[in-house]
């Protein structure tokens, strides 16, 4: 009994082993479309209108509706879920420079994608787009195909609830705006990441309502 159980403990840890390998022995590009392909893993975290699977060694640190945070091996990931380009099956594009470090876009039937990458001195700044929905992080050189394994196992599983999505689209009721939000790069473009953009959001509120307050008691005083 107990050299089985050994035996069962060296196999995990020789799987581990050669999938650790692997990502490391594979291009950007094989990792993706390697990725892409893939069995997807059935979905353990739910949210407005869509639910995805996270891996084991990723956190949920913050669930704000459309805008995910999460967090493995150090460093913050945003993940963004475009619902209105979903609706409309419309692509998310992007602008990049012929002196990237990397960008590679894909496809997968009906499905399309790209993933960037900018380097910033001793950082990369990674965004990853597919399935509608786009995870953008900044690790250190050797998380570049850890997160982008990971990122696009994370968008490939997303699911959507269509009758949800629906009336948010439909009802203007949509907790995400049609921008899609974004962490500064580097030094290229001043760009607020996804929090700052939430803070604007809810000073912008708060501005409103203290407007109408005001107007409501110019109009008693007369």
Known sequence: MIKRIILILCLFLLVGCTTSENIDDLSYKEIIDQGIVSKK????????????????????????GFNHELFSRGDTYYLRVDEISYYYKSNITTEHNLDDYEYYEFNNGDKSGYVRVVKNNDTFYI?????????????????????????????????YN???????????????????YKIPEPEKKNIKNILEYMDDDEEEEKYNGTEENTAEETEVED
């Open 41 to 64: 893993s059935k979905a353990n975290i739910n949210s407005t209108g869509f639910r995805y699977n996270l891996p084991s060694s990723f956190s949920l640190i913050k669930d704000d």
């Open 127 to 159: 965004e990853l787009c597919y399935n509608y929905a786009i995870i953008e992080v900044k690790v250190k050189e050797g998380n570049i195909k850890y997160a982008i394994s990971r990122g696009i196992d994370i968008l490939k599983s997303i699911e």
């Open 162 to 180: 269509d009758v949800v999505i629906e009336k948010i689209v439909i009802g203007n009721n949509s907790e995400g705006k049609e921008t899609v």
